[in-house]
């Protein structure tokens, strides 16, 4: 017999280890970044607590055994004019029953707001993590990518749930990509200016990036531009393990025209860990510091204006030779959806290849 709980927190961290086994791929982020997260009063996204809930299946034995957050991106759906609710962190075990408890919840919390789809996953916004893997189950994944078993996207359709919104996440293997494969700028170098970002103006290069992101991005599918508090407390944390070297910007005249935002990639760190803080800490990031050539590519984006000139390009090219350079012998990196065939023929040129295969999955309400 089942039983389900809303926000029991410890529970919910603990469901999909419970889930799927110690020994899965899954990854899980930080257990203190996941409880400011859902966190209504620390979270921008969720302005007083009111957009989301999350909810948790037990056993008769009380073992948290799946978990799902309910939520609604206000801005998103003003600006696209939905009344859409998401559901985000679907982790559970492969039974219907405990995808149904989990399932009927998040959709009755959505109906009950006046929303008349649902769809996901969504952990929290497009700007996520985001989707369930389809296809792929046997990669092992990087920071920003999602994770489910083979059995999940089953479990969703049986319950009436459709795929939709196919998008691919790909792997590059850096020791065999080439960067002559990019054509060069055809700006007068004498324009540009190359820059890294600084830890030493961390707030600075974090607030020209998030304005890089919102201009390249604006025509993007689902996307809605970021706000600062949004996007500091997404990343503030990221000053602790951003590689200078290899997170590059790009100045068209003096003013801010490009950004690839690259970060190592601590996935392999949050598992030795289990994503808890302990004794073993210091010594396990230490050992990452010293042996970790896995990066994330977590956005590059150019301001449409120099779209057609070869900057995308030219700064891509520029971010690959800095990472062969620093010893990086992976890239992983995160969602691109199948219409957009400028940013798959870019992931192909730096080596990426397809790993997991993603859909959204959605319901009428």
């Known amino acids: 017999m089942l039983s389900l709980r809303e926000r029991d927190f410890e529970a919910f961290f603990e469901a999909p280890f419970r889930a799927y086994g110690e020994e899965s791929l899954y990854v899980s982020p930080f257990k203190t970044d996941l409880k400011r997260f859902l966190d209504p009063k620390a979270n921008p996204l969720f302005k007083g607590g009111d957009n989301f809930t999350y909810f948790t299946a037990h056993n008769d034995r009380g073992v948290p055994v799946g978990r799902i957050v309910a939520h609604i991106h206000r801005e998103s759906n003003a600006r696209f004019h939905w009344k859409r609710g998401y559901f985000g962190f679907f982790d559970v075990i492969e039974s219907r029953e405990a995808t149904q408890l989990l399932l009927d919840a998040a959709e009755k919390w959505n109906r009950a707001q006046g929303m008349t789809e649902i769809i996901g996953n969504f952990n929290f916004t497009a700007m996520q993590m985001a989707g369930v893997v389809t296809a792929g189950f046997e990669h092992e994944p990087y920071g920003d990518n999602v994770w489910n078993p083979a059995y999940t ?47 030493s103006r961390f707030k600075e290069d974090l607030e020209q990036a998030r304005l890089l992101l919102n201009a390249g991005f604006d025509k993007n599918p689902m996307f809605v531009p970021q706000t600062w508090d949004e996007i500091y407390f997404q990343a503030k944390d990221l000053s ?100 957009n065939t400028p940013s798959l023929k870019s992931a192909a040129r730096m080596g990426g290849k397809p790993a997991f295969r993603l859909h959204l999955f959605r319901k009428d309400l």
């Open 153 to 199: 996207p089953k479990l969703l359709e049986q319950h009436g749930y459709t795929a939709t919104f196919p998008m691919n996440a790909m792997i590059a293997d850096l020791t065999q990509a080439d960067p002559n494969g990019f054509r060069d700028c055809s700006l007068d170098p004498a324009r540009l200016t190359w820059r890294h970002f600084r830890k």
């Open 240 to 339: 602790y393990v951003i590689d200078e070297k290899i997170t590059t910007f790009v100045d068209v005249d003096g003013e801010p025209a490009g950004v690839s935002l690259m970060i190592p990639d601590i996935a392999p760190l949050l598992k030795a860990l289990r994503s808890e803080l302990s004794w073993r800490a210091p010594w396990e990031y230490l050992k990452f510091r010293l042996t970790n050539d896995r990066a994330v590519a977590i956005f590059i984006s150019v301001k449409p204006e120099h779209h057609n000139c070869g900057l995308v390009s030219g700064l891509l090219k520029r971010t690959l030779l800095q990472m062969q350079s620093a010893g990086y012998k992976r890239l992983g990196m995160t969602w691109i959806s199948d219409e």
